[in-house]
């Protein structure tokens, strides 16, 4: 160690550029820029900040960001069960609509279904409504009959709105027949097949005196009813349900406003 810095003492004193008057050589002129590669060094850490405001911005939505992709990736307990009972519907509704079109597995005996789903359409049942209405001659039976039709078009009108405004489409691509297009029964929820079955058949149990073996019939016809338009791929399983509940609905508000027997005979003589 001692050898080696006398070694570099004596190069240092035999340099000529160390010497007192060749000193100003080894110094940068002055006014000359600073090299580029110190430039960039010092423009780090004496860059100006960014203002307050933008900062203040940044770390705000930062902090909203985050929220917002939590509340979009962990949706709430409702959304998932939600979801969930919809998916099985739709999965189970097509398991159910095995007479969807002629491929299907049951494609032959589609138009025996559909022909049990014709049995709860509102054309039929007004038509034949009407046409009892005008044979008949006792006061009770036309009461009784002019309830009916009341019961009916309450029908027709309710479930139009409410399909206008759910627009929910069948499990399967099927367009509407004739008869759907008029009566307005265009989309799937609720199921206006259902609806009428429910409503008709409460409707004969509690003002038409029917023996058991024709009571236990009329509630499967309308088990039927519904059955068959999930089978012909025409409704959901839950707009069939739905269509239940909203025919017994609609029975207990025409019970509510039942007309008498002489706002019938009014209504009838007008007619």
Known sequence: MPASQSRARARDRSNVLNRAEFLSLNQPPKGTPEPRSSGRKASGPSAQPPPAGDGARERRQSQQLPEEDCMQLNPSFKGIAFNSLLAIDICMSKRLGVCAGRAASWGSARSMV????????????????????????????????????????????????????????????????????????????????????????KFFLSHLVLAVPLRVLLVLWAFCVGLSRVMIGRHHITDVLSGFVIGYFQFRLVELVWMSSNTCQMLISVW
Request: contains cysteine.
């Open 114 to 201: 559909k022909l049990i789903g014709i049995t709860g359409h509102g054309i039929p049942w007004i038509g034949g409504t009407i046409l009892c209405l005008v044979k008949s001659s006792t006061l009770a039976g036309q009461e009784v009959l002019m309830n009916l039709l009341l019961a009916l078009l309450l029908d027709i009108m309710t479930v139009a709105g409410v399909q206008k405004l759910i627009k929910r489409r069948g499990p399967f691509d099927t367009s509407p027949s004739l008869l759907d297009y008029l009566t307005m029964d265009i989309y799937a929820f609720p199921a206006g097949h259902a609806s009428r079955a429910a409503m008709v058949s």
